[in-house]
């Protein structure tokens, strides 16, 4: 029997004539029906053998192999390549161009669409320093991952107690951030997200795609539901007093210090089942540095 590309000696289902233990813990008893191989004098539960034909991830397997885990990347890598690269291109083109004119454009600030690669940087790496501050509080986090089939990437993911958490770095300086609440007696109510006064609520569903790849990971493993929270983390945003987050549908709308409480809430993953799902998503998101 093929068990969905397994390697070396494949298993087949028989009855066992002797009590037996899978390598997931689980004991099969005597007369029951498991897979047997025989080269190897080895049991594997029915369970283990659907895993593995879905194309599923044992994490507890996973996370007992884990001798050092996998590097986190580097936040705003990708938005510092896309600086550099937008900067030299800029200087190639006006050193075509008179001396005077190079003087003249050396007076000036750099281009808004070229510095906001810059400032997007910073905000990540911001937010990368505050995930690494509650890191002694059992939150694991990976940084700048790409999302499968995109160009786009995943600004942080962070693994807590409590879930998964894919969050995207928002920097509007000095910016007031706000929920308005909308709809009433003849139309659905909703909450859109105000950034300086300005609806901004498709930042919401900008992370829609990345949630999506996150879960679609996630559903290949064996811990069965893992909760995933969209958040979009203003690092230089002024939020309402004593208001530390709010919510736009199901995305939490953080400053870094409501980022540190949302990350580290209680929640059912012990250390090992968040180190597993640490280490499945940094193999299958890969980091875009």
């Not at 049991?43 to 986190?72: I, K, M, N, S, T």
């Not at 409590?162 to 709809?183: C, L, M, S």
Request: charge should be positive; include cysteine; aromatic fraction near 4%.
């Amino acid at each position: 029997m093929d068990i969905g590309g397994m390697a070396g000696p494949q298993p087949e289902v028989i009855r066992l004539r002797y009590a037996g233990r899978c390598s997931c813990g689980e004991s099969v008893a005597a007369g029951e029906r498991a897979g047997y191989v025989r080269s190897e004098r080895r049991v594997v539960c029915l369970h283990c053998l659907a895993d593995r034909q879905a194309g599923r991830v044992d994490l507890g397997a996973l996370a007992a192999e884990v001798v050092v885990p996998p590097a986190p990347g580097v936040a705003g890598g990708a938005a510092r390549r896309r600086h550099g690269r937008l900067v030299a291109a800029r200087e190639a083109r006006l050193a075509k161009r008179s001396r005077l004119v190079r003087w003249w454009a050396s007076l000036g600030p750099e281009p808004q669409s070229t510095r906001a690669w810059a400032l997007g940087a910073l905000g990540e790496e911001r937010v990368a320093a505050c995930l690494h501050g509650v890191a002694d509080r059992g939150v694991l986090a990976l940084h700048d991952r790409r999302v499968p089939g995109r160009r786009s990437n995943i600004d942080h993911i962070a693994v807590g107690p409590a879930g998964v958490f894919v969050i995207d770095a928002k920097r509007y300086e000095n910016a007031e951030v706000r929920v308005r609440r909308v709809g009433g007696l003849f139309t659905p109510r909703r909450d859109e997200l105000l950034v300086r006064g300005r609806l901004r609520t498709a930042l919401v569903e900008g992370l829609v795609r990345q949630v999506d790849a996150v879960r679609t990971v996630l559903d290949s493993g064996t811990l069965g539901s893992v909760p995933v929270t969209p958040v979009l983390c203003f690092v230089d945003g002024r939020f309402p007093l004593f208001t530390k987050q709010f919510r736009v549908g199901e995305t939490a709308v953080v400053g870094p210090r409501g980022l540190a409480d949302l990350v580290t809430a209680p929640g059912a993953l012990d250390e090992e089942q968040r180190l597993a799902v640490y280490c499945l998503l940094a193999e299958r998101l890969r980091s875009m540095t």
